[in-house]
């Protein structure tokens, strides 16, 4: 459902981000990381899920557990083998660390690291080389969707990866094991390839049809998730479906698959694994991986109705996340799914304007986009919990629908910073990576990188480069901070355990931070399609003006990040009836609560003098 896209702040890196976050302030010795992690000196198979450095401070480490290494470790297990699993992303450990710790394990005979994404082969790559490079006799094996498209490449060019897993790897990594273990050919493995294979002998692995079979994910980084060294649980990821009908041109989930079928879990399969979480975990919320939580054909309805009709009926109490197309949502799946507990949604909008609809295969209209919109806005989900993608650059659209584009998203109010510079990203396999290729439109670059492309309509390619380039200069005179503050508050919201006054007002700083940086944006926007040019250097100055209106917001909220005990580091003035009021650094900031008993149970808010968008 999701569509990834590039967006300059990709590129952005703190320093305070180069340090092991868990490992900050203890000695990460092999041994400590042999106990965090359960490790079994006898295990003959290690699982790697790879860390993407410079990336993790966008992603919060609670919502870093891999459904992928939790389906491999239970597929190994269900068959006896042993197996020792590290995810470096979510125990924040360097690639490097988690090479050496392997070192320590004589008895590994195959090591599977998961390239899920282009962008993070480059480390999957390094880390073999390092691995091999320690004179181990070891098979390393890789999967995942990046892997499945580039095998070939894969195997041509990385001498140090033995063999490529295409598409889901459950009975494959079980196969190759069996087969080292026994010192039998890997030949008779289908879905695997491997170097100095014989084409005629390599076959392909038809699909799973029946998921139900598969042995739940192991939860062993949710266990460590809980532990006093773990950074805590948002939402436990689970997964009810694999693949999608739909043709996106951008998507590369069909890569995985092979083709565009939807395998479903059974209801009862699902309610199984969400109450074995319950008990386990003592953890309600959930995230559908999913990438079409509902497929809009009459099965595909039954089976989301069905699912939430039991969840009521079983009282679950469940809270959860789905994610899902426009033309899929409806009053009544809506209901079904809220009722059930529904509590954020991600809609692949991706695009207003119709013709960029079409180019990108949708086959949905902008009309239908914005009626889901509004389905959802009706309804009591917070507008910060209905998320959804946007590609606010296309390869092949016009100028005239860039701007359309740009007037669509800015009319939804759900306009964030990053959206305004989402940039189609070229993944192989892809219809529109295929539609390039073949236009001789694509530079390709070595393996894990990118491709790049012009755009075929030269006004477009103009503005986006001008756009950047603003963006650019306006970060680095005014925005860093922001940007700093913003990671700041990612990378340690996961220890917060704030009141609500306190989280309200620190989410209500984020909000408005942005929404400044956001009007400059615009301001540019307006000022290229008005056809005033000269207007952008004055709007670089205005820019700069802002950092009056910023300083104090930045100030506070990176005290209030600093307060681990929760607390305000000022004086709040109580002024009854639920109203209570602060002042600070030129700020106004009123409160108004609701209680249940002593406790808040709302707590609404106003700053001012900063004005209202
Ligand atoms: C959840 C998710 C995330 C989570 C990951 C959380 C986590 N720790 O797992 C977050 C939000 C962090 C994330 C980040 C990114 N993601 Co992402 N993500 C997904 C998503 C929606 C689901 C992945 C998943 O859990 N699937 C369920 C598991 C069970 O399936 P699986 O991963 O495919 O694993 C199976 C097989 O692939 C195989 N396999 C996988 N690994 C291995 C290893 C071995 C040894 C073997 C044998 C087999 C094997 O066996 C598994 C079981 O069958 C996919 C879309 C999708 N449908 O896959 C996109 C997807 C993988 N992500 C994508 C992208 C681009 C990214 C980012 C680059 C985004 C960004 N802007 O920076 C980053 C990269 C992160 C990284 N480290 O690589 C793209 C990749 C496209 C590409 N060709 O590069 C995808 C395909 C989305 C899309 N449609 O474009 N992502
Ligand atoms: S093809 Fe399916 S999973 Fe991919 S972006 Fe489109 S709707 Fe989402």
């Avoid at 030949?187 to 491997?194: A, E, M, N």
């Avoid at 359309?404 to 070229?426: A, D, F, K, P």
Wanted: aromatic share 10%.
């Amino acid at each position: 459902m999701r569509a990834y896209v590039s967006a300059a702040r990709d590129s952005f890196t703190s320093n305070s981000m180069s340090l092991s976050r868990f490992t900050q302030g203890r000695l990460a010795t092999v041994k400590s990381m042999k106990t965090m992690f359960n490790l079994s000196e006898t295990a003959p198979v290690f699982l790697i899920y790879p860390r993407l450095q410079n990336y993790s401070y966008k992603i919060q480490a609670q919502d870093r557990e891999s459904l992928a290494l939790g389906y491999l470790i239970g597929a190994l297990e269900s068959s006896a083998v042993e197996v020792n699993a590290i995810n470096a992303e979510l125990g924040d450990l360097s690639n490097d660390e988690v090479v050496d710790l392997i070192a320590s394990f004589p008895n590994t005979r195959l090591i599977g690291i998961s390239a899920g994404s282009e962008k993070v082969f480059p480390h999957v790559e390094r880390m073999c080389k390092r691995l091999k490079g320690n004179g181990a006799e070891i098979h390393i094996t890789t999967g995942g969707i990046f892997a499945t498209t580039a095998y070939a490449d894969i195997l041509e060019q990385s001498t140090y990866i033995d063999s490529v897993c295409l598409g889901e790897g459950e009975h494959v990594i079980v196969e190759l094991y069996q087969a080292i273990a026994n010192g039998n050919r890997l030949d008779g493995i289908p879905g695997l390839k491997f170097r100095g294979q014989e084409d005629s002998l390599a076959t392909t692995r038809s699909r799973i049809s029946n998921l139900d079979s598969l042995s739940f994910p192991s939860r062993r980084d949710l266990t460590f998730m809980v532990s006093p060294e773990g950074p805590g649980v948002r939402k436990v990821k689970i997964a009810t479906s694999r693949g999608c009908y739909a043709r996106c041109s951008f998507c590369s989930i069909h890569e995985i698959f092979g083709n565009r079928l939807v395998q479903r879990r059974s209801v009862e399969n699902i309610i199984q694994e969400i109450r074995y979480i319950i008990d386990r975990f003592a953890i309600n919320r959930f995230s559908f991986m999913d990438d079409l939580f509902i497929t809009p054909s009459t099965s595909g309805r039954a089976w989301v109705m069905s699912f939430c009709q039991e969840i009521v009926r079983q009282k679950l109490e469940i809270r959860f996340w789905i994610e899902t197309r426009a033309d899929t949502l409806d009053r009544e799946i809506v209901d079904a799914l809220l009722s059930a507990g529904m509590d954020s949604i991600f809609i692949g909008i991706e695009a207003g304007s119709t013709g960029v609809l079409k180019k990108m295969q949708k086959d949905v209209t902008a009309a239908q986009n914005l009626e889901a919109l509004h389905l959802l806005r009706s309804t009591p989900l917070d507008p910060e919990d209905i998320r959804f993608g946007y590609i606010m650059f296309v390869p092949n659209m016009s100028i005239g629908e860039l701007r359309e584009q740009y007037e669509w998203i800015r009319r939804s109010g759900h306009c964030r910073v990053q959206t305004l510079q989402n940039r189609m990203n070229i993944y192989r396999g892809t219809p529109e990576y295929k539609r390039l290729k073949a236009a001789g439109k694509l530079r390709e670059g070595p393996l894990g990188v990118l491709p790049s492309y012009d755009f075929d309509d030269p006004e477009v390619g103009v503005f986006e480069r001008l756009f950047r380039a603003f963006h650019n200069r306006c970060v680095e005179s005014v925005f860093s901070a922001v940007h700093d503050v913003q990671i700041r508050y990612i990378s340690r919201r996961h220890k917060f355990s704030k009141p609500p006054r306190q989280f309200n007002l620190m989410s209500e700083l984020l909000k408005r931070i942005e929404w400044i940086e956001r009007d400059h944006y615009y301001r540019f926007f307006d000022a290229h399609f008005s056809g005033a040019k000269s207007e952008i250097a004055r709007i670089e100055d205005a820019t700069r003006d802002d950092i009056d209106e910023l300083t104090p917001m930045i100030s506070l909220l990176n005290n209030l990040i600093d307060q681990n005990d929760g607390g305000l580091p000022f004086d709040i003035r109580d002024e009854g009836s639920g109203k209570s009021s602060l002042r600070t650094g030129g700020l106004l900031i009123e409160w108004e609560d609701k209680f249940r008993g002593d406790d808040i149970l709302h707590s609404s808010l106003q700053i001012s003098p900063v004005s209202i968008r």
